[in-house]
């Protein structure tokens, strides 16, 4: 049961990540291509669109996975008050390092998934929308 917990909350983190930086780029749309106009290259616009969140994650889960744990160290005796059995809630230290690099690995693996998208901004959606 645990680890199908694991499995669903990691896909789920995947899932609203993809489609977080997925709205990202839909939002940018215009922008992106009025850049493309403008001649930069697929490098230099996933520099612009899609790396500059990896310092956000990177610090947020730097902060947040301990954090998590202590309000779950917290939070779970009380919600199992009524369980008569013992868990070890202890997290070793090698653990926190491979939640966060499993963080780091899945934006990583969406990053590249949307440069894809990046390329399929069209041109002419500058001149769509024009103002």
Known sequence: MITMMVVCSSLIFAVVMYLMMKVMIDRSA?????VKVF???TKEIKKLYL???????AAGALICI???????DIIYPSMVANVGCG???TFE???YGSIYAGVIF???VINQLLVG????VNLAEVLKNRE
């Open 93 to 95: 230290p090698w653990l």
């Open 117 to 120: 998208r990046l390329n399929k």
């Open 39 to 41: 001649g930069y290259r």
């Open 51 to 57: 790396n500059g969140n990896f310092y956000v994650i």
């Open 30 to 34: 215009f922008h992106i291509s009025m």
């Open 66 to 72: 301990p954090l998590a744990k202590k309000c779950m």
């Open 87 to 89: 868990m070890n809630l």
């Open 106 to 108: 899945v934006y990583l």
